[in-house]
C-alpha cells in the first residue's frame, strides 16, 4: 500500500545569525563569498604582507620626528625597526613560516618591550594615571572623583567601573619592578581586551576553531592597537566589551549579554550606543521578551554600578564625566586632532554650540537609521555601531584620531571572525519575529 504524498508546505521565513542565510555571508548578505576569498587571498600575498608592514614601519617611524609626547617617540623609535624587520621576514622566509615570524617580531618590538620598559619605569600617558588613582580614591574617600578638580590631569571622564583596571596599582603599590608592572593598568586593559576578542572570535567563528592566535596577534602588534597599549590603552577594554556584547547577543546567551552591556555602559559614556543597537539586533532575531531581557539585565547592573555615585558625587561627575569631555568645563581638555568637530569648536562659542548641534543631529540621523534598518547579525550590529561611533569622534568639541581605534576594531574583528573574509560561517537560524518585515 501505497501512502498518499504529502504535500510540500511553505516553509516560515526566519531570521539568520551571522551567515545563516543561503550564498551568504557573516552578515547576511548575498555575494559577499566571493569577494571574501578575493580579500582573503590578496591578505596572504607575500607582497601585501610585505607591504603593511612598510606602512607600518614608515607610520611609527614619523612619532619620533613629529609627535610632541615622549612616550609615544619612545614607542616610535622600538617600533619602526620592529615593523621594518618583520617586512622583511615576510619577503625572505617561506610562505608557511612568515606570517608568524613577522608578527612575533612585530608583537615583541612594537608591544612587549614599550610596554615593559615603560610599565616598569612608570611612565604613561595621563589617562593611566587618572584610572590608577580614581582607585586610590576610591578606595580612601569612597568616591573615584576629586572633589574640586583645578588642572585638566585632575578631571577623571571615565564613569565608575574604570577604576577597576586601577586597583592591583591601589594593591601592589610600587616597591618594585614586579609590583610596577603587574599593577600597571596597562596591562589589566590588554589582558581585557585579548580576553573579549577571544570570546567574540569563539562566539562566532565556524566551527569553534582553535584560538586565533596569528589574527589576534597581528591586531595587536598593528599601529592601531600596540601604541595605544603601549602608552595608554584605556579605550581597548571598551572595544573589547563592544565587540564581545554583540556576539552573545547574536548568540542569545541573553544574561552574559546584558552583564557584558552594562559593563561597557559602566566603564565609558561612548560606550552608550551599543545598548540601543544590542536590544534591536535582539529584537530583530529572537523578539521583544529577549530584547527586553537583555535591556532590562543592562540597565539594572549598570544602574547598580552608576546610581550610588551619582547620588554621593553627583556633581564631580557632572563636571568630570559630563562636561569635561563636551568641552563645557571650567578647563579645557586637553584632547585635540583636527577633527571637524575641534575645529569648529576652537573658532569660539558660536562654533563650539554648532559642534554640539552637529554631533546631536549626526546622533539622530545614526538613530533613525538604526530603527529603520536593525541590525540582523553581529556583523551588522558592530558596523552601525561603528558608524555611530564614527560620527560621535568626528564631530565632538574635543577628540583624538586614537578614538577611531574602537569604531575601525568594531567594523574588523567581528567580520573576521564571523568568516566573511575568506570563508562561510556555519549556518545557524534564530526564531521569527512576528510582525517584522524582512529587509
Known amino acids: 500500500m501505497v501512502s498518499p504524498r504529502t504535500p510540500d508546505l511553505p516553509k516560515p521565513e526566519r531570521f539568520a545569525l551571522p551567515g545563516a542565510t543561503r550564498g551568504g555571508t557573516a552578515d547576511g548578505l548575498p555575494g559577499r563569498r566571493a569577494g571574501g576569498r578575493s580579500a582573503a587571498r590578496l591578505a596572504a600575498h607575500r607582497g601585501m604582507q610585505a607591504l603593511g608592514c612598510a606602512v607600518a614601519a614608515a607610520w611609527a617611524a614619523a ?60 611612565r604613561y600617558q595621563s589617562e593611566v594615571m587618572v584610572v590608577e588613582r580614581s582607585a586610590h580614591l576610591l578606595l580612601t574617600t569612597g568616591a573615584p ?37 603587574l599593577g600597571d593598568a596597562r596591562i589589566w586593559f590588554a589582558l581585557a581586551f585579548l580576553g573579549c576578542m577571544l570570546g567574540t572570535w569563539r562566539l562566532l567563528r565556524p566551527g569553534r576553531e582553535r584560538a586565533p592566535l596569528l589574527p589576534l596577534a597581528v591586531l595587536t602588534a598593528s599601529p ?32 552574559a549579554a546584558g552583564l557584558v552591556l552594562a559593563l561597557a555602559c559602566s566603564l565609558k559614556w561612548t560606550a552608550w550606543p551599543a545598548l540601543p ?25 549598570a544602574g547598580a554600578v552608576v546610581l550610588p555615585f551619582v ?43 554648532l559642534s554640539l548641534a552637529l554631533l546631536c543631529l549626526g546622533g539622530l540621523v545614526v538613530a533613525v537609521w538604526l530603527a529603520a534598518y536593525p541590525p540582523a547579525s553581529a556583523v551588522a550590529a558592530c558596523d ?56
Not at 588642572?151 to 610600587?174: C, E, I, K, N, S
Open 63 to 122: 612619532f619620533p620626528l613629529f609627535s610632541d609626547l615622549p612616550y609615544q617617540a619612545l614607542w616610535g623609535r622600538l617600533a619602526a625597526p620592529a615593523y621594518a624587520l618583520a617586512g622583511l621576514l615576510c619577503a625572505v622566509l617561506p610562505r608557511r613560516a612568515a606570517p608568524r615570524a613577522a608578527a612575533a617580531v612585530a608583537l615583541t618590538g612594537a608591544v612587549l618591550l614599550p610596554l615593559v620598559l615603560l610599565a616598569v619605569h612608570s
Open 277 to 301: 543597537v544590542a536590544v534591536l539586533l535582539a529584537w530583530r532575531l529572537y523578539g521583544r521578551r529577549t530584547a527586553a531581557r537583555i535591556g532590562g539585565t543592562a540597565l539594572a547592573a
Open 145 to 181: 572623583y576629586l572633589p574640586y578638580p583645578a588642572v585638566p590631569a585632575d578631571y577623571d571622564p571615565y564613569l565608575p567601573a574604570m577604576v577597576l583596571f586601577g586597583l592591583p596599582r591601589a594593591v601592589l603599590g610600587t616597591g618594585s619592578a614586579a609590583a610596577r608592572l
Open 311 to 353: 547620588l554621593t558625587a553627583g556633581r564631580q561627575m557632572r563636571e568630570q564625566v559630563v562636561r569635561f569631555p563636551l568641552g563645557l568645563a571650567a578647563v579645557r581638555t586637553p584632547a585635540g586632532s583636527p577633527l571637524p568637530g575641534k575645529v569648529l569648536a576652537d573658532l569660539g562659542p558660536t562654533g563650539h554650540t
Open 384 to 439: 552601525l555601531l561603528a558608524a555611530g561611533l564614527t560620527v560621535a569622534f568626528v564631530l565632538a568639541p574635543a577628540g583624538r584620531f586614537g578614538y577611531l581605534a574602537l569604531p575601525t576594531v568594531l567594523a574588523l574583528w567581528p567580520r573576521l571572525a564571523a568568516g566573511s573574509l575568506g570563508r562561510r560561517p556555519p549556518r545557524a537560524t534564530a526564531r521569527p519575529v512576528p510582525g517584522l518585515v524582512q529587509v
Open 224 to 255: 592601531l592597537i600596540a601604541l595605544a597599549l603601549s602608552v595608554g590603552g584605556v579605550d581597548l577594554p571598551l572595544i573589547g566589551v563592544c565587540c564581545l556584547a554583540m556576539a552573545l547577543t547574536a548568540r542569545e546567551r541573553t544574561l
